[in-house]
């Protein structure tokens, strides 16, 4: 069939992962099914596991048994173990679907494992999880981030990087020529050995050679045989033709000898035991001396690795600790990346093990089933045996200390405890051999001797996988680069050894550790495609002459809408460019004709127009917690218009990925805070989101310099403008105030005129008589106003308590500011601001923390968590680690807050008129009155002056001294 178009790999972005939903929902959907599958697989057992050869399911006689490491009188499933008769039948009919496979388009080839990606991401995830929960002792979390996020991760990667690759191609052609790379697979077949430890390694060595054209014999690892063959059936369901990966469980050394000897052999793809692999290494080396082979070979190997943390006296301590239990113990430590050996100093030492073996003894050790283990098993009985070994010597060596650890238990499972040794000599057998397992050995080192520590650690040990440095010293991190330059293949700085993600850390080591071909980026696929290059020479023109514009598909745009000037011709002006755009309208309190906007916006050329109503969540996430903190930027402003900016980023960004926009767009211009609080949270919640701010492209903002330009591009893309006059200032409204700046306000000497106030009444036509309401409080939170005669009316619903907050203060004038501010960008502006009900809210909750708030909790919430607060959400990083400390800590302080307070409003005033509490007993009258001694006895008072006294009496003395009078 003639190609008239051609196909773009879709945006590919990392799988999410459900940390929460297994190890602290214990209700969730996810949880609950992932349990099912469990329990299925412990009754039930997979049936019996074939070969798949020669595009047939064949059960040998040969039956051996995967055991669950955990329970291993229990067995997972058995299998069928091929013969040397069975793999030269599976490189045969691999070969003939060769020619065929390869000359599928590739995205032909794509569609499948994109197909597999979402078999697995969707139907299959907790099917596969469950098998490698049970058959390779892996908890939830790490089944989670193993079977799913990383194996998906894979498999869509992959495409996106041979599309990349494909797309590499001459950037010069002599005249009369026109010159093409072809990225052709291997000529002969890929031979794939998984390991037991990573089903998502165990996914890729076979699939990213197949994805590039290739045809591969896999010989999955005997440990892992159960969640191997889920997911081979996966890639069959999903579309792989049956001969292209040929599953072939049996004996390492038949199959291996079979796979060696054949002429065709083109390429090893290896994970596992540098021992194997120089075994392997040396066999082909000997095919090639003997030329065995059609083409020399391709080895691409990753294998063990002795991973080091080092610790330097300047380093976060704490960070360093849970970094290395979590590198050293996940995954009971048989990671290639895990940390098996650490190196402090000895200023931090006592610190560091004090904190690293208590978080150690917290971990529990137990089945993976069980979601609150931690620890689960060894993946067998050698590998228990091999570390029982290593603990059973280290009991008699006088270079070792047991810090935590040292137990075993195989009556029912393999289980290793995790264990601690320091290690008095730097350069003993633990501090230098893979053990892979739960032991971590540890070298105490002079803080002066970082430079030679440095040294030790790249010489100590022949691999070179993974290693941290942990430090806040700039020095000190940048001298580690340089002097573990090659003791690494991946290296971090200020976490642990382990979780390379797909994409944004490529993976692999060199040395010992392997060939760092990098799974996870493009290098890799290149190792299974050599190049050729193809010129032609043109005789005709070779494009034919324009006729007209085909777009097979428009990339979307989700502009964030508001229906006037403005966004209007911005959405007109992302249309003519071509796009297809989405417009976004967020509710959260304006008082707008939202239903003319969707008209106006549709009229224009919208293709949709989403308006979400998000009054509840800016209230509750966002401007409850500001009133817990008390937060006020620069000691007068009360946050209104950041306070909106993160619900109506979240909220954009979640109609963008359900209509699977490429990019979001905005109104904001180039000056104001609100072009940073819109982008830094749109990247934060898309890391990959492509953002268009035509306020800040010169095509854009030298096309429209004025109000006038924006009214004559109206006039001719038929725009419906409003024939109102302009306002000589701008406007943004939301439930929680209204704010005004630019045109005459710019000047910061001009008083505003009294009709740009829109939401209260000038405090002098105010009501002259005064106004009262109740506000009641539950750990810092209003819960319920009441007000009205006798305060009979009642109001428990956020919003509607909000709105009748406003509702009161609106009419008498309160909440009105008039300031100069600091913006985030290094400029001062003018703002006007009303903000009537978040004022007596937050007012009201001040008060009452004076009557139920310990004093130094206050204090420090009031120097740390408040300004800091509203600094994060002023500069617009309200989706960021920091914020989340600050709103723990909000939680934390506030569990007292519990009481109710009396208020008034008089002509744009509020005051209190009383406050209360039924349930917090802080304030005692007895203590504070002055009518009665109470339990406070005035003697006491003597002692605290006296203390307090005796640095003021040497200060007062030395001026006297001195000649000073204070």
């Not at 050995?193 to 994805?211: D, E, H, M, S, Y």
């Not at 035991?273 to 120089?278: E, G, I």
């Not at 009557?851 to 909790?857: C, F, S, T, Y």
Request: aromatic share 10%; with cysteine.
């Amino acid at each position: 069939m003639t190609t008239i178009g051609s196909f773009k790999v879709p945006k590919i972005e990392n799988e999410p992962n459900a940390r929460n939903t297994y190890e602290l929902r214990s209700r969730s959907l996810d949880r609950a099914k992932l349990e099912a599958a469990v329990g299925a697989l412990k009754r039930e057992s997979l049936p019996d596991v074939p070969l798949f050869v020669a595009g047939e399911a064949i059960r040998t006689k040969s039956i051996l048994s995967q055991r669950n490491p955990s329970s291993h009188a229990s067995p997972i499933t058995k299998y069928s173990s091929a013969t040397a008769e069975h793999v030269s039948k599976a490189i045969d009919h691999a070969l003939k679907a060769k020619s065929p496979w390869e000359r599928l388009p590739f995205s032909d080839r794509a569609a499948v494992f994109l197909r597999a990606a979402d078999l697995i991401s969707g139907k299959y995830r907790y099917e596969l999880m469950a098998a490698t929960m049970l058959g390779q002792g892996k908890n939830a979390w790490q089944a989670e981030i193993d079977a799913a996020a990383e194996l998906v991760d894979f498999l869509r990667f992959n495409v996106q990087y041979a599309e990349e690759l494909y797309a590499q191609q001459p950037t010069k052609n002599s005249p009369g020529i026109w010159n093409r790379v072809e990225y052709r697979p291997l000529e002969g077949f890929v031979y794939a050995v998984t390991p037991f430890n990573f089903t998502a390694i165990a996914g890729n060595l076979p699939c990213a050679p197949a994805l590039m054209g290739n045809v591969v014999v896999w010989k999955p690892s005997p440990a892992a045989i159960a969640s191997n063959w889920v997911l081979y059936s996966i890639l069959l369901e999903a579309g792989l033709p049956p001969n292209v990966i040929q599953f072939v469980p049996g004996d390492a050394e038949e199959v291996t000898r079979v796979v060696l000897d054949h002429p065709e052999f083109a390429c090893l793809h290896y994970t596992g035991s540098t021992a194997v692999f120089r075994t392997l290494y040396g066999k082909i080396a000997e095919g090639v001396a003997k030329a065995k082979y059609k083409n020399y070979p391709r080895i691409v190997g990753e294998t063990g690795g002795k991973n080091f943390h080092l610790i330097h006296n300047s380093a976060d301590v704490e960070n360093a600790v849970i970094n290395t239990v979590r590198g050293a113990f996940e995954y009971q430590g048989q990671k290639c990346s895990a940390t098996s050996r650490t190196y402090v100093p000895k200023s931090v030492w006592e610190t560091f093990k004090k904190q690293l073996i208590g978080e150690t003894e917290k971990l529990k050790v137990g089945p993976p089933e069980c979601f609150e283990n931690f620890i689960g098993p060894v993946i067998h009985e050698a590998s228990f045996d091999r570390l029982a070994s290593v603990i059973d010597e280290a009991k008699g060596d006088d270079n070792v200390e047991l810090l935590t650890g040292g137990k075993y238990d195989k009556s029912v499972g393999y289980f290793i405890y995790p264990t601690i040794y320091k290690i008095r000599d730097p350069k003993h057998p633990l501090l230098s051999r893979e053990l892979f397992g739960p032991i971590l050995a540890i070298h105490v080192y002079e803080d002066e001797s970082f430079e030679s520590i440095c040294r030790i650690i790249d010489e100590t040990s022949e691999y070179s996988l993974t290693g941290s440095i942990f430090a806040k010293s700039r020095e000190a991190i940048r001298y580690a680069e340089e002097a573990l330059r090659n003791s690494a293949g991946n290296f971090y700085v200020n976490c642990k050894s382990t979780g390379a993600v797909v994409a944004q850390q490529p993976f692999g080591g060199a040395r010992a550790s392997g060939t760092n071909d990098k799974a996870g980026s493009i290098t890799l696929l290149s190792r299974f495609t050599p190049a050729s290059l193809w010129p032609k020479r043109r005789q005709a023109p070779f494009c034919p002459p324009p006729i007209g514009l085909y777009l097979l598909t428009q990339d979307q745009v989700c502009l964030a809408y508001s229906g006037g000037l403005d966004t209007s011709c911005i959405l007109a002006w992302l249309i003519e460019k071509g796009y297809s755009v989405i417009c976004f309208m967020a509710d959260v309190g304006q008082e707008e004709d939202f239903e003319a906007a969707e008209k106006k916006a549709l009229k224009v050329g919208a293709e949709k127009v989403y308006i979400e109503d998000l009054r509840r969540e800016f209230i509750e996430e966002l401007c409850f917690p500001a009133i817990q903190c008390n937060a006020v930027y620069e000691d007068i402003y009360l946050l209104g218009t950041s306070l909106a900016r993160p619900v109506i980023a979240r909220s954009q960004m979640k109609v963008a990925e359900k209509e699977g926009c490429v990019a979001v767009s905005h109104g904001a211009t180039g000056k104001g805070n609100d072009a940073v609080r819109l982008e830094l949270a749109y990247y934060a919640l898309s890391p990959q989101i492509q953002v268009i701010a035509p306020w800040r492209i010169p095509e854009f903002y030298d096309r429209f310099a004025g109000r006038s330009d924006l009214l004559e591009y109206a006039s001719v893309k038929n725009i419906p403008v409003s024939q109102t006059k302009a306002k000589p200032w701008s406007m943004d409204e939301n439930l929680a105030h209204c704010s005004y700046e630019a045109g005459i306000l710019e000047d910061p000497d001009t008083t505003p005129p009294d009709d740009m106030w829109k939401l209260t009444v000038d405090p002098m036509k105010a009501p002259d008589t005064p106004e009262d309401f109740t506000i009641f409080f539950e750990k810092g939170l209003p819960v319920k106003l009441t007000h009205g005669k006798d305060g009979k009316e009642v109001v428990t619903d956020s919003v509607d308590l909000f709105l009748t907050a406003n509702t009161i203060a609106r009419r008498h004038g309160v909440g009105r500011v008039d300031i100069v501010e600091n913006r985030f960008i290094g400029i001062k502006s003018r703002g006007c601001y009303e903000t009537p009900g978040l004022t007596c809210l937050r007012s009201a909750h001040i008060d009452l923390e004076g009557l139920v708030m310990d004093k130094e909790v206050r204090a420090l919430r009031d120097q740390f968590v408040t300004f800091n607060f509203a600094k994060i959400l002023y500069n617009g990083l309200w989706f960021s680690p920091e914020r989340e400390f600050l709103e723990s800590s909000i939680v934390a302080s506030q569990k007292t807050v519990n009481g109710q307070v009396r208020c008034r409003v008089y002509k744009g005033h509020f005051s209190i008129l009383g406050r209360s509490s039924q349930t917090e007993k802080l304030y005692d009258m007895s203590e504070s009155s002055m009518d009665e001694i109470g339990s406070f006895a005035p003697t006491d008072t003597t002692g605290f002056i006296s203390v307090q006294a005796i640095r003021l009496k040497k200060y007062g003395q030395k001026a006297l001294d001195e000649g000073r009078k204070l």
